[in-house]
């Protein structure tokens, strides 16, 4: 084995906590636009750190650029990072060459958000579930078409299913398809980018449902990236909470939901809209401006613009991390 | 003329679209009206009618009218002509999208889109509908507002642009504002500003609007009175307090327990309450009440064979079940159980 | 909050639920879990043979029908072009030289369409040389569509300099003159049936390459791309099962009007000495052959004429048919 693939880590968990299952740390990506007269770089992550352990869902929330989904992407290479490691079950998947990446992230998969754009129109659904089995020689054959068949059912559909076609199906079973083709190579780790939000409000639910079915079934640990607060704080144990590319708290979910401490953080719960129609509508305090471009975001604390604490300081240093509670972490110099 | 009386009131409205695979009624019998000053929310999936039925109020549908009346200020806008229905348009019926990057024309400016709005519909020089528009502009909350006049859609963010797209949309002071799902595609901090703007503009300007939506978190931020839609139909209508404290219709109260998050019911181990199965497809209704594959109150004979109408019950409520007495003493147990 | 919506997210209303299973009010399962019985077969969209829904919209196309019948004819008179050809397209009589049509006053009813220089019989050799027009044609938009597909593929998947070098090779073809580029290769490698299909092929691979490389950039960034690269699979195997596959639609749609351009570039090399060698009949060989006797007998190249026109429309308004037919469905 590679030296540089060894996992380095003993001093950075505390001794009670498992071993984590995942470790981001440092994550960057940055990516170049423009031509070559006019080249600008957009941060789109910057220096995220977090850890799961095995059997967690973490619950990632983030605006639009906030880079949440960058962060999934990265975590399997699908994006190359420009910096940081990612260390799956003691291997850093960041220095793992092309090849040896293949096999690694195996058990490592995505779901994604639409339906339409995710499953290959030109293939019957049991061929799209049986690929993964056939490229990394699970089964092959009558096999394979045995097993994508018993997945169907597995995810709610039927046996006879298979010989068909993507588009015969509704957003809700295509998504259940797409499960179906990450259980088929037996992943220990989804990262669900945003799996129910192109659902209709009926589907959403069923579909959380058997994603909380699976992973307790298949000892799952999943990592749910999402926009929508409500999916989030009933999917996940703890939650991650980034803005414009970094992140600004992190807690278990009774310590992000229930006593927020990052001013951004709070004013997210505060705009999310309650289904309580006689709730006093405050029409003051709500977080005013726009998210800033990720091209030149702002110095120091990236909320900074925003924040109704914000101060002087704040444009001078980026908050690192601090512990608030053991477990919850927040990135705002402010008390 | 008395102002107690609706400003648009529709009546058994349908809209059918004849494809190659057969007729879908996209509308199939749609009722409700709209008092002066109130904002009525339309809630549904997709596929239940809702934006067909804001579109074919604006008389913007390619569809086949198959019926219904849609009075605004007591006159049937289906018997008006194309013409007639373009002095109304934009004038007293004004309208915004969901997305507010393709809703707006890239290659002019936003203050020649909005100037181009008023002189269309009001008498104005070029120099008043200006000020106008500057006007508009100040009035949804942006800043600067001379200086955006000369702005082009894309220098502009999405919250912005909705922005102007309402400031365009109100303009003309139209009695009706139709918003079909405003939101949606909006972050949820900028979500939230939007919202907090339609009810200032409304407080302000005391239009009606008709607010479309599928999000009954914003229903309740928004609405004074609430529709739901399903399949094409209205299968309940009430004052949206008492449809959050009472839902009635099997639907209403499937999507509200659905909800994830702490407002939603949760059966064992932490799993969701659903509404099993998908939505139908338009082509291949359901015999009978076209919910009654998905509803768990569902009686064989009863919902099955014959379509239940939306009947008037208590209180200001309107709704189509069969058995919404036996639901109302279910859920009243379940509560209660739940509740011990 | 709403007195029915209670937020606690703990109770397990079922497990204390003495409920009744004939009951339709009972609650439901209490896993949450989704059986196949509660998503219903009927709720599936509709099965249709894309075969049948092909022929259905062609048939509500009057131009693309009759194109269509029109190649199927073509097709049927070159398969049997021995058995439909009233003489030997090679036999010369010199009595009946340079005779009109049938329908002519001194025309000959033995020769429908009239003779040619040699007295040959137009018809006859206009039925032969659909053979040869439509080999060559054939040949060369499969040859070209390798060649285009294959490197429109590598381009667009694998981008950087890979992509920047080929398409600066495509931009380089599109921009030389094809029918020049044609006559000086020929000139240079002289003439022949292979050397005729490569010229043509020659002109047209830039076109699927150019189309196909922005299919595939298009086709890479879809999720199920991105799906099947953390699946683990392999670029042979993204590119044939899941790329290729995608590009088949704008693939057809080239090859249609591919087939319409190589066959009026097999008739012009043909005209100008260039192109088959002017024993075998083509259609560019009799226009060529008619040449010298044009002014004196204008049906010799009038009838292959109509038989280039009418089958590079033909190819061109199926094309333009399949345009329109992908663009709904893809």
Redesign the interface.
Known sequence: MNDSLATPLADTQASTDAEPLLEVRNLQKSFAIGNRFNRKYVKAIQDVSFSMKPGEVLGLVG??GSGKTTVG?CI?R?IEPTGGDVYFQGRNLAAASKKEL??L??P???I???PF???????KVGNIIA??MK??NIARGEQARERAMELL?KV???RNHID?YP????G??RQRI?IA?VLA?DAKFIIADEPVSAL???????V???L??LK?EFDLSMLCIS?????V???SDRVAVMYLGRLMEIGSKSDV?DNPRHPYTQ??L??????????P?R?EG???G??PSPINPPSGCVFRTRCPLASKECAEVVPPMEEVSPGHLKACIKQ | MSDTRALLDVKGLQVHFDTPDGVVKAVNDVDFEVKRGETLAVVGESGSGKSVTSLAIMRLISGRNAGGKILFEGKNLLDKSMDEMRGIRGNDISMIFQEPMTSLNPVYTVGWQIIEAITTHLDYTHKQAYERAVESLDLVGIPEPRARMSNYPHQLSGGMRQRVMIAMALSTEPKLLIADEPTTALDVTIQAQILQLMRRLQREMGMSIIFITHDLAVVAEMAHRVVVMYSGNVVEEAPVSELFKRPRMPYTIGLMRSMPGRYGYKTAKNRLEIIPGNVPNPLQLPSGCAFHPRCKFMKPGVCTTEAPKLEPIEDDRLIRCFRWEDVQEQVQQETTRRLA | MATDIPRSDTEKRNAQDPRQPMDPLAPEQPTGQITDSEVPEQIIAVRRNPWKVALKELYASKAALISAGFILLLIMLALFADVIAPHDPQAMSLIDRMLPPAWNAEGDMRYLLGTDGQGRDILSRIIHASQMTLMVGLASVVLGGIVGVTLGLLAGYFGGWLDAILMRFTDLQLAFPSLLLGLLVMAIIGTGVLELVCVIALAQWAFYARVVRSEAIKTRELEFVQGAIALGASNTRILLQHILPNCVASMLIIASFSLAMAIYYEAALSFFGLGIPPAIPTWGNMLAGARDIMLANFWAPVFPGIAITLTVLAFNLLGDWARDFFDVRV
């Open positions: 605006e639009s992407r399997v699908l293949r096999s992230r195996k490592l998969q995505i994604f958000q639409d754009g995710a499953l290959n129109p030109r293939m690929e993964g490229i990394h059912t709610g559909l039927s068909r588009h015969e199906f509704s809700g079973q797409g083709r190579v209709d409000v009926s589907i959403q639910a069923q959380i449902n058997l909380q079915d307790e926009h929508d607060l409500g999916v704080e009933h999917i939901y004013s997210l505060e705009a999310m809209p309650v289904p309580d129609p006689d709730r509508r029409d709500i977080l005013q726009d998210i």
